[in-house]
């Protein structure tokens, strides 16, 4: 290849780095993934170090991140915030040491001590506090000039804002990832990509109160500039960091020799999966602080540190169609039907393509030969086209403008969050309209959390949609028994126990009614507020004849989002259809005051895992009876954690991890027995 192909070649690889970051950085989204992104990074790299003549100022060797938006005041920061180099392999690790040991002219037989830090996927900042009080924060930006966020960055509660340990320095820059736990994200999974992308939005809000609505949460791991630091090394400083209030990684720990750095790896790898937060890896820092100061920098990289990267699951395979599933709420998820695969010893048939955005980017097309991605637990996905095996008579698929179910538009809703319009298309039909979304909203109507009829599953839903027996939740109360009773698979003493579940559940309390009718962004907690706000089933009913929309923004924890949503609810005649039916069948109770002074007082618990004779819907509702309160994730918030059979180890973990109290279920009935 000429010299002039080679720059062409260089050039094009710099021009799409500087794309992406821009996209990363400034416009919060990760348009490729993370080993794609340092695949194209070490090309530029390895070309620059087989061709000399090449040079870039936009060089990943020379260039941290992307220069600061305009939306935010620049400020420099007093120490570089510098990148790490990567390492993918033991050799990678091997040959890390071997040029320390180098450097310092010592021999191979020395032992020197790493910090092993799992890698936090967020976003880095850097805080600084002037005796004691935070004075700022910044964003990393380029590496040498950062945003001020400190607006924001001061309404997360694992931020200090005071520190008054005797030891804490004069002057210093704390840095740390702020991030998205994997159990708050779920609540904002429809708004963002990804809790990365989740962090960083609501980190460049111009108003802090929008940034305040989001859970951030921070952990801190280094320093930049400091004045009275006493400390020699870095293990040392991670434990002061927990003494003045910071929250840390409880994965760091304390190694030497490479040998045990691979074994904490592989045993961190098999943990992630199963903890709340995403970590695409583990950091590695010489611990002594003096040595650290003798190895310096190289580049744009402290000599003393590198980033080990976190290995997927892969494989090849070929696309034999595209479906368009449709969600609850109306949205589109287009899924790859693959040739089956083997991944990590996991038989895989389907992967998901995210949304529109990420079929056009990637160019995907039904017959492409494909690399299909599985890590961890993560749904399978589609990393990238074998260009040169695409057929001849290959197409570009088209993502449907019009709902496939119903044929109405499809459309991309304005997100106030990001000030964009959301990834995600939807279809634009409300209520029943629109079949797909009929199935999805009464397997909603019946599931554990809603009415909880005991043998009306998903797939009963299904069947009985084929067969015309229900299309309304009310159909499902006025069932033809006999039809049924003459159904494969079904006889007189399976349909007895079905009509007796299905009566069982005339009688339901307001809360789980409301819930149960599936309106957009009206989860459980939200339904339990709404519940209380109108007292009765009719009060609820004649919201649009009262027209009190806007006092519903009056209530702690209900939003706009939230009030549209009921708005658009009420709007659509068949929602109201349905509305009066079941208010005819079924018996709703009216909301009750919540009992103050119950056993369970100021209590907190959250269930994992498959109790025994008891939903966990039954045993949330004693726990409120008896004025406990029940709570979505492991946080220092909890104090009891209620598991039954097959627990989820990673709400497990942390809670050992937070001291937490865990109980068995029988455990918390003895808990009522003794307090009744």
């Known amino acids: 290849m000429s010299n002039e192909l080679i720059q062409k070649e ?29 695949e194209l990074k070490n090309e530029i790299l390895n070309l620059e170090k087989k061709y000399k003549f090449l040079k870039s100022k936009d060089s990943p060797s020379i260039k941290v991140g992307f220069k600061p938006s305009k939306t935010f005041k620049k400020v420099l920061h007093k120490v570089p915030m510098l990148s790490l180099a990567n390492a993918f392999s033991e050799e990678d690790l091997f040959n890390f040491e071997k040029k320390i040991l180098n450097f310092l002219s010592q021999t191979t037989n020395s032992n020197i001590s790493y910090t092993a830090e799992p890698k936090i ?93 989001i859970p951030l949460k921070f952990i801190a791991y280094t320093f930049g500039f400091e004045k009275g630091l006493k400390i020699n090394n870095q293990y040392e400083y991670l434990n002061k960091l927990s003494e003045w209030g910071f929250k840390t990684n409880p ?22 999966a199963d903890l709340d937060f995403d970590i695409d890896g583990i950091v590695y820092k010489v611990n002594d602080f003096a040595l650290q100061k003798r190895l310096g920098f190289v580049a744009n990289a402290p000599r003393w540190a590198i980033a080990h990267k976190f290995s997927s699951n892969k494989a090849v395979s070929e696309i034999i169609d595209i479906d368009i599933q449709i969600g609850r709420t109306g949205a589109l998820t287009p899924v790859a039907k693959i040739k089956p695969i083997n991944i990590g010893g996991v038989l895989v048939s389907n992967a998901t393509l995210h949304n529109e955005d990420e079929i056009s980017r990637k160019d995907i097309r039904v017959g ?16 990238s086209v074998d260009i040169k095996k695409r057929p001849k008579n290959s197409k570009k698929f088209i993502f449907p ?79 033809d028994y006999d039809r049924i009773e003459k159904l494969d698979g079904w006889g007189k003493l399976s349909v007895e126990n079905l009509k007796y579940s299905i009566n069982d559940k005339k009688k ?28 009765s089933f009719l009060n609820f009913k004649d919201l649009p004849i009262n027209n009190k929309y806007n006092d519903l923004a009056n209530i702690d924890g209900i939003g706009e989002t939230q009030v549209n949503s009921i708005k658009n609810f009420f709007s659509n005649r068949l929602n109201l259809k349905v509305l009066n039916e079941l208010g005819k069948i079924l018996s709703i109770n009216n909301a009750t005051a919540k009992i103050k002074n119950g056993s369970l007082n100021n209590k907190t618990f959250l269930v994992t895992g498959k109790l025994d004779g008891i939903s966990r819907a039954e045993i949330k509702s004693l726990i409120e009876e008896n004025s406990g309160t029940t709570v979505s994730s492991v946080s220092k918030k909890l104090n009891y954690l209620i598991i039954g059979d097959k627990p989820t180890k990673r709400k497990v973990l942390n809670a050992k991890d937070l001291n937490i109290k865990i109980i068995d279920q029988n455990q918390f009935l003895k808990m009522l027995d003794k307090t009744s």
């Open 10 to 38: 260089y050039k094009k690889k710099i021009k799409s780095l500087v794309y992406y970051n821009q996209r990363y950085y400034n416009g919060n989204i990760s348009e490729i993934s993370d080993f794609e992104y340092d």
């Open 508 to 535: 339901i309390s307001l809360e789980k009614f409301i819930y149960g009718l599936g309106i957009r962004h009206i989860g459980l907690e939200n339904a339990k507020l709404l519940s209380k706000y109108f007292g």
């Open 121 to 213: 996927d967020g976003i880095s900042a850097s805080l600084t506090y002037l005796n004691g009080k935070l004075k700022s924060g910044l964003s990393r930006g380029d590496g040498k000039e950062g945003e001020d966020i400190t607006s924001n960055l001061s309404t997360i509660k694992d931020i200090p804002k005071i520190i008054s340990s005797k030891d804490f320095p004069k002057e210093i820059d704390i840095r740390g990832e702020v991030f998205i736990s994997k159990s708050d994200f779920d609540i904002l999974k429809e708004k963002f990509a990804n809790p990365r992308n989740a962090a960083s939005g609501s980190l460049r809000q111009k108003n802090p109160d929008d940034t305040k609505k």
């Open 251 to 272: 994965l760091n720990r304390l190694i030497t020799g490479i040998k045990n750095l691979i074994k904490n790896y592989n045993e961190v790898e098999k943990k992630r």
């Open 401 to 479: 403008k019009n709902c496939p179910s119903c044929g109405s538009k499809t459309i991309k809703e304005f997100n106030s969050i990001t000030k964009k319009k959301d990834a995600v298309r939807r279809c634009s039909s409300e209520g029943y309209d629109c079949d797909k979304i009929s199935i999805e909203k009464l397997k909603h109507f019946v599931s554990k959390e809603a009415f909880n009829i005991d043998g009306f599953g998903k797939k009963i839903v299904e069947s009985f949609w084929k067969l015309n027996l229900i299309r309304f939740p009310q159909d499902i109360f006025k069932l």
């Open 368 to 383: 492409d030969t494909v690399i299909v991605e599985r890590a961890g637990d993560v749904i399978p996905h589609i990393l």
